[in-house]
């Protein structure tokens, strides 16, 4: 049996109007158009807009909060990605702020440096000082980036049992408040490049030794030819001359003129091959010394070539080995050389004198000089003067030259005396000392 309906009696909302569905406008929610269809023309009754307006502010909330979250998922996995892709970077990183707040470091920093993570709570530069990361030394590149921009390649030296080295750099990051330090760990490539330098030097050494003892076995060897030139060649050629100029006398006519220029021949073969064994090695150097050999010399080149050369000597006493004396003599002819060649003058100086020690070999000129620092240094010295700077390094001793443009040229000479380490050119075991 129905029920009596009351005609005084509200209608209840849900009962009378049912919210067939809801949908999202630019304004908000807003009743559907089922629900609208449904009602037609009636009148909404109040009770039923206030419920649509509440369900309506609550889906809003409720999509502002999803908006939310969706931006904070984005920033976080932005972040993550960030971080995903700076851990995997092999120098070490780290951000701070303006206030010198760390605000992010990357896994190679924290292993380097052997610090803990930052556990989401910003900490000071300071808090992350220990004996391997040198606090006042990142202070200080802080100050530098702060004062004059960027900063690149600075040297940082970490100490203690695994000593590294460090490339920092800090650098402004553009559109924010936050700079970067760089940390790029060339421990190993300067390393390398000491091992590198080491064998290079080493291989350097080997060569001088090479080069000395090949310099040593030619002295030797043109000392040989020498004296078997002075002593066959060169009594064979004065004793021919001696025998014909016996039977000059008892010719005459054309047999005599004959035997004339036959002698003269041989004067000039016997001036020839006396030149030939000075310029292989001379016997002066090592019968008499370093002083009378370089008197010679000058007496060469005055007559060769127009050279006038002075050589003067304190007087001391400077005993030096065979190879030593043979060495600073070829020096002495090489600076010679180039005295002739570059210096544009017709005269020089050979100074010897003794120096604690050491002899020491003054060659000066006063020409047109050159510039110490260029390139044209390498064509001055010439091939043969820089292989004897290296056996005079060999022996102990050290060339040096002075110069300057249109002040000319000092090059200084200096070999210690009684030189141990310079063998002797006739291959006994003890040096064989010679008068100066």
């Known amino acids: 049996m129905d029920e009596a309906v009351d005609p005084n009696q509200k209608p209840h909302a849900a009962a009378s109007f049912p919210i067939v569905g809801v949908g999202a406008s630019a304004g908000g929610l807003a009743p559907t158009k089922e629900l609208l269809h449904g009602l037609g023309d009636a009148p909404v009754p109040t009770a039923a807009n206030e419920e649509l307006r509440t369900v309506n502010d609550e889906m809003r909330e409720c999509n502002l909060d999803a908006t939310r979250l969706s931006d904070d998922l984005s920033n976080v996995l932005a972040r993550n990605y960030a971080q995903g892709v700076v851990d995997t970077v092999r120098g070490g990183l780290i951000v701070l702020d303006r206030a010198r707040k760390v605000v992010s470091i990357n896994k190679a920093f924290q292993r380097t440096f052997a610090v803990a993570t930052l556990e989401g709570a910003e900490r000071s530069l300071e808090t992350l000082e220990s004996s391997d990361l040198p606090s006042p030394a990142l202070q200080s590149l802080l100050e530098r980036l702060e004062a004059q921009g960027d900063v690149n390649e600075v040297r940082l030296e970490r100490r203690g049992i695994d000593p590294r080295v460090f490339l920092v750099g800090a650098h402004a990051i553009d559109g924010t408040n936050l700079n ?10 300067e390393r390398a490049k000491a091992v590198a330098e080491q064998k290079i030097v080493a291989y350097q050494e080997q060569l001088q030794h090479v080069a000395f003892d090949a310099a040593v076995m030619e002295e030797r060897e043109r000392r040989r030819i020498a004296i078997g030139l002075h002593d066959q060649m060169g009594q064979v050629l004065a004793l021919a001359q001696i025998k014909l100029t016996a039977v000059r006398g008892e010719l005459a006519g054309e047999p005599r003129t004959a035997i004339d220029e036959a002698i003269e021949l041989l004067k000039q073969a016997l001036s020839d091959a006396r030149t030939l064994i000075f310029e292989l090695s001379p016997p002066i150097l090592y019968d008499l010394g370093l002083k009378p050999a370089l008197a010679w010399l000058a007496d060469e080149f005055e007559k060769r070539h127009g050279l006038k050369v002075q050589v003067t000597d304190d007087g001391q006493d400077k005993p030096l080995a065979d190879a030593s004396k043979s060495v600073v003599f070829r020096a002495v002819r090489e600076l010679l050389m180039n005295v002739l060649k ?10 010897l004198s003794r120096s604690d020690d050491d002899c020491e070999v003054r060659v000066h000129d ?13 064509s001055v010295a010439g091939f043969g003067l820089v292989s004897v700077r ?9 060339v040096s030259v002075e110069s300057s443009p249109n002040n000319g040229t000092l090059a200084t000479i200096r070999v210690p005396l009684q030189a141990s380490r310079a ?14």
């Not at 570059?342 to 100074?351: D, F, I, K, L, Q």
């Not at 290296?390 to 050290?398: K, N, P, S, T, V």
């Open 180 to 189: 970067l330090l760089t940390f790029d760990d060339v421990t190993e490539a």
């Open 342 to 351: 570059h210096a544009r003058v017709r005269s020089a100086t050979v100074a």
């Open 366 to 378: 006063s020409g047109v000089g050159f510039d110490e620092g260029a390139a044209e240094i390498a």
């Open 390 to 398: 290296g056996q005079i390094r060999h022996l102990g001793g050290a």
């Open 423 to 436: 063998p002797p050119l006739d291959g006994a075991s003890s040096i064989e000392r010679g008068t100066p």
